[in-house]
């Protein structure tokens, strides 16, 4: 029974979470450098690639707050084997796909249901004993989402070379195997359900959570950070390629690079440093301005200018994304957990939509002009967060711990 194999394996809920994260990210990891090659040997436009990045994000957009919600009211577990499944069956019906609907069919499907990273943050929201257990945990997820940016382009084209599917369907059959474990090992740990009815539609969580008026200029910010990650993600390569003439390989370098950088910040300096001599208040505050900065520098048409604004855009954006979410979660009630992270995941989704959008069209002006209007969005993020940052005083919370689910 699984109960009794969760006895002897105590430590296997938060790998299983981990392992996951790392899934989730290796997915992404390895379809972004072989995309684009894939969708050739069916012969179609280039417009597909892009608009399968867009179909997932706009599923997952609808869906994360609804599963979110889900997750309040009948618990974390099934919630995340649910989505774990329809990874597997999505990236399944991708690999074996031999049209263009087969293509489509499989990101939505697994956009559809969207839950994991956020089902998998709220599962070790649950198991955190204080907030800065909390943040650690968070720092956590996202060191192994940055792992998994560093490996998965790599092994991905290793073994589009060996096979042209073989990367959708190593995703897919890895997800397999993390929903045998999660079935096996993995308790319920929400012990403070919500008891109001399901609805199914798909706004009334956003319209909710926006209505916290004391939070929503964090729910803006996070927004705002995300828009400006996936900008400069999307338009790396061809803006490198126009302003410095570096190549494929470059471009690759400098993702591992930025990968390497938030796996170090979040798995270790968060931890050491950050949280050790600041609040977490304070970080969210200060961490804006190299932000804002990092992509000044980054329009700077000079390559030693650029990275370095890279770098530094990487380090506060790696602090920010855990800090922000730190705060948003003890600002919620807990019964409403689910429901706040699957709209933190919502929101995410929208910046994978409108921050390539921004960051083609202006790029289409001026080669500097989408890290200039990025650096003064995040410069107006800044000034509406710290009209309200002295107000953020985050409930502590107290979690009554199974003892299967301490680690």
């Known amino acids: 029974m699984p109960e009794k194999l969760q006895s002897r394996f105590k430590h296997a809920p938060k790998i299983i979470i981990l392992f ?4 989730d990210s290796l997915g992404i990891g390895f379809i972004l450098p072989v995309l684009p090659y894939y969708v050739k040997t069916f012969g179609l436009p280039d417009i597909v690639v ?35 499944f329809s990874s597997v069956v999505g990236w399944i019906i991708f690999a074996f796909s031999q049209t263009a609907f087969g293509l489509f069919l499989g990101r939505i499907i697994d956009g559809a249901a969207a839950g994991n990273i956020s089902t998998a943050q709220n599962y070790l929201v649950d198991i955190s004993k204080d907030q800065k ?9 996202g060191a192994i989402f940055g792992l998994g940016f560093i490996i998965g382009p790599l092994l991905g084209g290793f073994l589009f070379e060996i096979d ?48 916290n ?11 705002f950070f995300g828009i400006a990650a996936t900008l400069s993600q999307t338009i790396l390569g061809l803006y490198i390629k126009k302003l410095f003439s570096w190549q494929v390989l470059t471009a690759g370098f400098l993702m591992t690079l930025i990968g390497v950088i938030i796996f170090m910040n979040q798995a270790f300096l968060i931890h050491k440093v950050w949280l ?51 705060q948003i979660i003890g600002l919620c009630e807990k019964e409403e957990q689910g429901e706040v992270m699957g709209v933190l995941a919502s929101l995410i989704s929208l ?9 083609g069209s202006t ?45």
């Not at 996951?20 to 899934?23: E, G, I, K, S």
């Not at 004391?214 to 996070?222: M, N």
Request: hydrophobic fraction near 55%; avoid cysteine.
């Open 133 to 141: 257990d909390l943040t650690r945990n968070l720092g956590l997820v």
């Open 363 to 407: 790029l289409e002006v001026s080669l500097g002009l989408p890290f200039i209007l990025t650096g003064i969005l995040l410069s107006i993020t800044f000034i509406f967060v710290f009209k309200t940052y002295k107000k953020i005083t985050p409930r502590q919370h107290t979690h009554v711990e199974n003892e299967s689910v301490k680690i």
């Open 276 to 326: 050790r001599y600041f609040k977490e208040s304070s970080l969210l505050i200060s961490m804006i301005v190299p932000f804002a900065l990092g992509y000044f520098l980054m329009a700077v048409p000079f390559k030693g200018v650029f990275v370095l604004g890279l770098i530094i855009a990487a380090f506060a954006y790696s602090t920010l994304r855990i800090v922000t979410n730190s």
């Open 213 to 223: 008026k004391k939070i929503l200029p964090l729910y803006l910010a996070w927004l």
């Open 20 to 23: 996951t994260v790392l899934l």
């Open 351 to 359: 910046s994978f939509i409108l921050g390539p959008i921004l960051g």
């Open 50 to 84: 892009s608009s399968l990045f867009v179909v997932f994000s706009i599923f997952a957009f609808f869906s994360a707050p609804l599963l979110g919600m889900i997750s309040d009211r009948k618990g974390r577990r099934p919630v995340l084997l649910i989505s774990l």
């Open 164 to 211: 042209k599917k073989l990367p959708f369907l190593i995703v897919g059959l890895m997800a397999l195997f993390n929903t045998i474990l999660a079935y096996l090992f993995l308790p319920e740990t929400n012990h403070h359900k919500n008891t109001s009815p399901v609805s199914f539609n798909p706004f009334l969580p956003i319209v909710r959570t926006f209505r």
